[in-house]
């Protein structure tokens, strides 16, 4: 047996459980948007956090890692009943095809599974939908759950994206304006985010966000 996970947001730098083999790579006709609501991780229900999702386009490229898993069905199992439980806000498992570097054309790996959401408020109670940039700043700026606050989990995903050597326009245009809603200078993305300062509690007006209804997660 041979499990394969697509990686884009925060299991680019912390997968979190046992893997086989990382590849760097990207899949097509999709792109990173953060519309999607954290309410156990990084946010909480009365503020939730903005995370990564994926939204179809086409042309468009997404970059990340691709994990595998070997050793039969007991270990593709465990890996994905964790998975499950740390993208529990994720309502879909789509099937897609990942490219390596230098070769757009050959796919390296097809039926890789990426967690992906349904991009419709009625339908899926996380989708957040897309927002103002400043909007989506003060949000990532102000939010914090059980596993950190929202603004390190973008910084580390800039940080991610640059140690693999894609950068992700988008991350950084939004990286950039939390520290410019937080007070603090742009700083290239090679610099760990424990050196920037984090203030316990910022002070930063908010607009009212909508609770959403807490759902079951036992991992970070």
Not at 50 to 74: D, F, N, P, Q, S
Request: charged residues 25%; contains cysteine; negative net charge.
């Amino acid at each position: 047996m041979v499990f394969w996970v697509f990686g884009y947001g925060s299991l680019v730098w912390n997968p979190g459980f046992d893997y086989d083999e990382k590849i760097v790579g990207f899949i097509k006709d999709y792109r990173r948007v953060f519309d999607l609501a954290c309410i156990d991780h990084r946010g909480t229900p009365e503020n939730p956090a903005r995370t990564c999702t994926l939204e179809e386009k086409e042309g468009a490229i997404c970059w990340g890692a691709a994990y595998c898993v070997r050793g039969g069905l007991e270990r593709e199992k465990l890996a994905m009943q964790y998975l499950e439980r740390r993208e529990c806000e994720y309502d879909r498992k789509t099937l897609v095809t990942f490219f390596k570097e230098g070769d757009s054309q050959h796919p390296a790996l097809t039926d890789v599974i990426v967690f992906t959401s349904t991009p419709d408020k009625v339908n899926n109670k996380y989708y957040l939908g897309p927002a103002p940039l400043e909007d989506m700043a003060r949000q990532i700026a102000t939010a914090y759950g059980p596993c950190g606050n929202n603004r390190d989990y973008l910084f580390l995903l800039e940080k991610a994206m640059y140690d693999i050597g894609h950068e992700d326009d988008l991350v950084i245009e939004l990286a950039n304006e939390v520290r410019k809603a937080l007070g603090v200078g742009n700083v290239l993305p090679n610099v760990a985010t424990a050196q920037l300062p984090h203030p316990p509690h910022v002070s930063i007006p908010s607009r009212q966000l909508q609770p959403l209804p807490e759902p079951i997660a036992l991992d970070g």
